[in-house]
């Protein structure tokens, strides 16, 4: 079992950034990828970025490519989705989750076992 805590959520202007940090408790020594998902109002959820535990891969939707950069600092637990140059399309709340065994791809939320409560980013033009 995996619990996590988003935090780092707010308002920005566009052109702005904003900095997620996603705390972990639990055991995930099983998870085999942690991703940043999105939800706008009226939206389905979809995948922004994700982090591979075993090789450190990292992968990102088109939308946020060269804007948005995961991390995570093992020895606090916690990952990081920095995001540069919001857009006001940006606007959602924001969750991280882990998965167990990624098998179908890294984007589809069925793949994540363990989610985070989200936390709301709102980006102003």
């Known amino acids: 079992e995996v619990e996590f805590v988003e935090s780092g959520g707010g308002l920005a202007q566009a052109g702005g950034s904003l900095r997620l940090s996603c705390a972990a408790s639990?055991?995930?020594?099983?998870?085999?990828?942690i991703g940043w998902f999105r939800q706008a109002p009226g939206k389905a959820r979809e995948g922004v970025s994700c982090?591979?535990?075993?090789?450190?891969?990292?992968y990102y939707a088109d939308s946020v490519k060269g804007r948005f950069t995961i991390s995570s600092d093992i020895a606090k637990n916690t990952v990081y989705l920095q995001m540069n140059n919001l857009k006001p399309e940006d606007t959602a709340v924001y969750y991280c989750?882990?998965?167990?065994?990624?098998?179908?791809?890294?984007?589809?939320?069925?793949?994540?076992?363990?989610w985070g409560q989200g936390t709301q980013v709102t980006v102003s033009s």
């Open positions: 982090m591979s535990d075993s090789d450190g891969s990292t």
């Open positions: 639990g055991d995930d020594g099983d998870a085999d990828a």
């Open positions: 989750a882990a998965a167990r065994e990624l098998n179908t791809g890294w984007g589809s939320k069925y793949e994540y076992d363990y």
